[in-house]
């Protein structure tokens, strides 16, 4: 017993000392070691898996005939990517290059593994200047060199199905949140809705709810970086959203659990009139609805015209790259996202998913000039805000995406949403807030 | 449904009560199983029909009858995700992880059973104990040390498939060895003298006499062990990459950012059933048969 | 893999070592590899829950007194030791993040107790009502294993495919066709997301009782039935005085068992509500999960877990402690 029971702490012991002493992702940045290889995680951008790959393995294959570098692919699901990026982060291995959402860049940034791009790493892919200014501001905390580079940009807009509308007897489209309800009283009828939302998604509930802040004139962060959910436009904001349920009925209460866009196979389906979404284009084919039998507006604002401030109505939404700082091959990282940021690259790649460029010359190409995407590059230039920039933002989005989905629940139960009830919510998500 | 006849049929020696049971008795039995066999039935009903309608049917209102059958989701299921890579992948990682286990935890077992030593109880009980390790705890853990061991020693642990077979192996252990051990405890040991006297050593005597003893139990616990491995996610979705990631992981490609392929999902959720529920079903023989003197004695 | 060289070893040595070899061997070394034998046979299962198990736990541990939040990902080991601070929010009841956890411990609890009942309940009035067969027993049988059987995520993803609200099967039998519900009730959100969550776990679950019990039925011996049946009693009564008392120790293990599998769960909750369960069904796994993942605060969720794992060695061990002294009251 006694040696068994020495081996055993004995074993223990090894493993821990082997655990610390080789630990902590790697104080080193980046090396050179591997100069031939890179290994590339992509979100999943299109359809599936497969189509993506489909779209970047020719580029890739471009690349490594130009460079010489073969670039290992991996298009990694949306349900995986965050939970594999900080595996990633606290062991030191991962990817060379990586794709985030844009809205986890700040916090990422934090977190101290991605590799900072300060100006002179901006000189080796062009210049920061040939970004747009707007994609820009959702790369990482103010004052701070960016953690990752703009790659795809997408905006919110206001998608109506234009037979629903015909049948109704609409002819343009709502351009304030008086109208857009107005208009949803008159389309919602026999069965078919108004306006669809997708209540139990937290990462879009947060979309809706903080352009709603941003026109009641709030962030739901202080300037310093300090969680400030229950303001009165924090207020104001949430139950407005809520209350196109709640009150105004004109979101069907199904809506409350769809997650998986399913409002979007609502609306494809002529079940629904209008969504909010973010470049939904490619969807709407996917669903099988050809490009005339929908139109694009820009996201309903409180009153006049879109613009900065009050007249915010789309978050910059859209992926970013980001370079590992733990790289065997920074040159190469480096080449790479030159390259993927290229206008050729660019152009390539934003047709294929629908998106548009935040690299201001492959912007002005004019397959991002039609009539869909027109709406989706004025919106993202003019009156588009970045989500607030701080180490928080995921927790934000899970805490208020949540308590927003609750909100749905009850709004779908047929319970009264108030502004006490909905203060309490955020007041309960603020809490849950790491303390600063 | 199968039918079922009112008088049951029997012969002398199988009755449980060699008194007839009354009609009331085969009355409840006859509504309780109707009705639990309708429980047990219903999703996998609706995971068969919905593999089979058009995508419309299964994103629209649910409906008994398809408005058309196709077979198009069971071949678009390979396409839409790698599935034969990850089908292989979880093979691989299944069935490795089912060998070893067996292997490890017979002679486990075996030294239980036979055998007393100091620390006896300390190792049962510890090994039971990890039964109730809750997973997340020791995710991170678990692969911060595989890829330290892996900077060490060279042996790639992590995203590969040897850390995923060393991982479920593990976590098919303490159920395993326990079993065994019961099953071992009910294997006479007059047949281990008798092995050893005919020359074998102790670990002959284990592999000769008490291995083919417990057939039923190793089967039964070979049958877990795959299961565990097979249907396995939270670790698997850490653990692995586009190379190694297995089946229960990989369903997870049909519900993309853009659309829910249900009635992919549906397919692809059969075509990954198919090799345990057979194997299960194939097995399940064994199964009673292990359990009845392994666990349960 | 070392893991199986070691066994290997111990046969080589095993098979030279017969009696024809005639060795001349002191038995001084006989008997200390007879000593040594077991530990042999119990090496590679020692290295591998140590490899997997057991330093994993003792690291989880230790981060569970330290202030891993997404700031010292990277350098995680040098993250600042927390003390007590990890325990001391989780523990807080008066604050949100204690009161959440309080109420997803009770959700637990509550939803644990049920699901092991009724499967229990199920298991065993299936494994009596198949005791006696029947033409058609075999098909049950394994019919009612099939549950068992399926992958979790396959399984599971059907339940949610079923419970969807407007979609679904259970609301177009519920609402459309038989009318219960004047509205066509949430599953998968809002108060009875529970509910669902009980059928779920309990359709996955109870096969596993039914496989115990029939296992355990198979070793009542049938002259015991026939003895009671002599002495007039019906199958109530045989049930009542010979099934029932006969299964004890194969209850004693399965409602163990049960117990901690249920109250582990993770997968069935995680695929049927995605990230964020609703609160009347946030069961203490993901609560820990979404606690250390979502909000990357890994400190606290390891003393979360640490807190679990706690609870679950001390009812595990009452238990134990409890029906074993009651066996042997019986047994004497």
């Excluded at chain 1, 349920?245 to 196979?265: C, D």
Aim: charged share 15%.
């Amino acid at each position: 017993m006694r040696r068994n029971k020495a081996a055993s702490v004995g074993a223990l012991v090894l493993s821990l000392a082997l655990t610390s002493a080789a630990c902590g992702g790697g104080t080193s940045g980046g090396s050179n070691e591997q100069p031939k290889t890179l290994t590339y995680w992509a979100s999943n951008q299109g359809a599936s898996i497969e189509v993506d790959k489909k779209v970047l393995q020719p580029e890739l294959d471009k690349f490594e005939k130009e460079t010489g570098i073969k670039v290992k692919l991996e298009v990694v699901p949306w349900s995986d990517l965050l939970n594999r990026i900080m595996t990633a982060s606290t062991t030191g291995r991962g990817p060379d290059v990586l794709n985030i959402g844009n809205t986890w860049s700040a916090s990422l940034q934090a977190g101290g593994a991605l590799m900072p791009w300060d100006d002179a790493a901006f000189q080796k892919i062009g210049g920061k200047d040939k970004f747009v200014e707007s994609a820009l501001g959702s790369t990482g905390a103010e004052g701070k060199p960016p953690a990752a580079v703009p790659l795809y940009s997408m905006a919110y807009a206001l998608y109506y199905n234009k037979k629903l509308f015909k049948e109704a007897g609409i002819s343009k489209p709502p351009a304030t949140w008086d109208e857009l309800v107005s208009t949803g009283k008159k389309l919602t009828k026999d069965g078919k809705a108004g306006l669809g939302v997708e209540g139990s998604n937290l990462s879009n509930n947060i979309h809706q709810v903080f352009v709603l802040g941003k026109q009641h004139g709030v962030d739901f962060f202080t300037p310093d970086g300090k969680a400030d959910f229950t303001s009165d436009g924090a207020v104001a904001a949430v139950k407005q959203y809520v209350d196109l349920m709640a009150t105004h009925k004109i979101v069907p209460r199904g809506n409350a659990e769809y997650e998986q866009n399913q409002s979007l196979s609502d609306f494809a389906t002529d079940k629904t009139a209008m969504v909010l979404w973010q470049t939904a284009a490619a969807t709407f084919a996917a669903k099988g609805m050809s490009e005339d039998e929908w139109g694009v507006a820009p996201a309903p604002v409180q009153s006049g015209a879109p613009g900065q401030g009050k007249g915010t109505n789309s978050m910059v939404a859209g992926i970013n790259l980001a370079v590992f700082k733990n790289t065997k091959n920074s040159e190469g990282a480096m080449k790479f996202v030159e390259f993927m940021s290229s206008d050729g690259e660019q152009k390539i790649l934003n047709k294929a998913y629908g998106s548009i460029p935040p690299v201001k010359t492959a912007q002005q190409d004019p397959a991002f000039n039609g009539p869909g995407i027109a709406t989706l590059r004025e919106t993202l230039t003019t009156s588009a805000a970045a989500l607030p920039q701080v180490p928080e933002e995921s927790q934000f989005e899970t805490v208020v995406g949540t308590a927003v989905k609750e909100l749905f629940a009850e709004a779908a139960a047929g319970r009264p949403v108030t502004d006490q009830l909905v203060r309490a919510k955020l007041d309960k998500a603020q809490q849950q807030m790491p303390k600063k | 449904m199968p039918e079922r006849s009112v008088r049951v049929p029997r012969s002398p020696r199988t009755p449980r009560s060699p008194m007839a049971a009354p009609p009331s008795f085969l009355w409840i039995r006859r509504v309780f199983l109707t009705l639990l066999t309708a429980f047990v039935v219903l999703p996998v009903f609706v995971m068969v029909t919905s593999s089979l309608k058009p995508l419309e049917d299964v994103s629209g209102k649910f409906r008994w009858i398809p408005s058309g059958l196709t077979i198009r989701p069971y071949i678009d299921i390979w396409s839409t995700v790698p599935l034969a890579d990850y089908f292989v992948n979880s093979l691989i990682v299944a069935g490795t992880a089912t060998v070893f286990s067996v292997v490890v935890a017979v002679f486990s077992a075996y030294a239980v059973s036979r055998y007393s030593f100091r620390g006896k109880r300390v190792f049962t009980v510890t090994v039971l104990s990890t039964q109730m390790f809750p997973g997340i705890l020791f995710l991170l853990p678990l692969f911060l040390i595989f890829v330290n061991i892996g900077d060490v020693t060279g042996i790639p642990l992590f995203g590969s498939r040897l850390g995923l077979i060393i991982t479920y192996l593990t976590f098919s252990l303490p159920f395993s060895i326990w079993m065994l051990i019961g099953y071992f405890d009910s294997v006479p040991r007059e047949l281990d003298e008798a092995a050893k006297v005919d020359g074998c050593g102790p670990v002959g005597a284990l592999l000769r006499v008490v291995v083919p003893a417990a057939r039923p139990g190793i089967v039964a616990v070979a049958v877990y062990a795959f299961m565990t491995a097979w249907g396995e996610v939270l670790f698997a979705s850490v653990m692995t990459n586009e190379t190694t990631r297995t089946l229960a992981v990989g369903l997870q490609g049909y519900s993309t950012l853009n659309d829910v392929y249900w009635n992919q999902i549906m397919a692809a959720s059969l075509v990954v059933s198919v090799p345990v529920v057979a194997g299960f079903l194939l097995l399940q023989r064994y199964l009673v048969a292990g359990l009845t003197a392994g666990a349960v004695k | 893999m070392t893991t199986t060289a070691s066994p290997e070893a111990g046969e080589r040595t095993a098979r030279t070592d017969r009696p024809g070899a005639q060795a001349p061997r002191a038995p001084r070394f006989g008997r200390l590899r007879r000593i040594g034998l077991p530990y042999l046979l119990l090496l590679p299962a020692l290295l591998l829950e140590l490899l997997v198990h057991l330093v994993p736990m003792a690291t989880g541990i230790a981060v569970s007194f330290k202030e891993l939040t997404q700031f010292y990902l990277r350098d995680w080991i040098n993250s600042p030791w927390a003390a007590l601070e990890n325990y001391r929010v989780a523990l807080d009841f008066d604050a949100p993040v204690g009161q959440a956890l309080l109420s997803s411990f009770a959700t637990t609890c509550l939803f644990t107790a049920l699901s092991v009942a009724l499967c229990w309940v199920l298991g065993v009035s299936a494994a009596i009502f198949l005791q006696e067969s029947f033409r058609g027993r075999g098909i049950l049988r394994t019919l009612f294993l099939v549950p068992y059987a399926l992958p979790v995520y396959a399984a599971v993803i059907t339940w949610s495919f079923m419970f969807q609200r407007d979609n679904g099967l259970i609301n177009h039998v519920l609402h459309d066709q038989l009318g219960l519900a004047d509205t066509p009730p949430f599953w998968l959100i809002g108060e009875n997301s529970f509910v669902a969550l009980l059928v779920v776990s309990v359709w996955k679950g109870w096969p596993f009782a039914f496989l115990i019990v029939t296992a355990g039925l198979q070793n009542i011996p049938r002259d015991l039935y026939e003895a009671a049946a002599l002495d007039g009693a019906g199958i109530p009564q045989q049930i009542r005085r010979i099934t029932l008392p006969s299964l004890r120790p194969v209850n004693q293990v399965l409602v163990l068992v049960l117990f901690l599998w249920t109250f582990n769960d993770f997968n069935t909750p995680f695929v049927l509500f995605g990230n964020a369960a609703p609160e009347s069904a946030n069961l203490i796994s993901l609560h820990i999960y979404q606690s250390s993942f979502q909000t990357w605060n890994f400190g606290l969720g390891s003393a979360m877990s640490v807190l679990l794992l706690l609870f679950l060695l001390a009812v595990t061990s009452a238990y134990l402690l409890f029906t074993s002294r009651g066996r042997q009251a019986g047994d004497a």
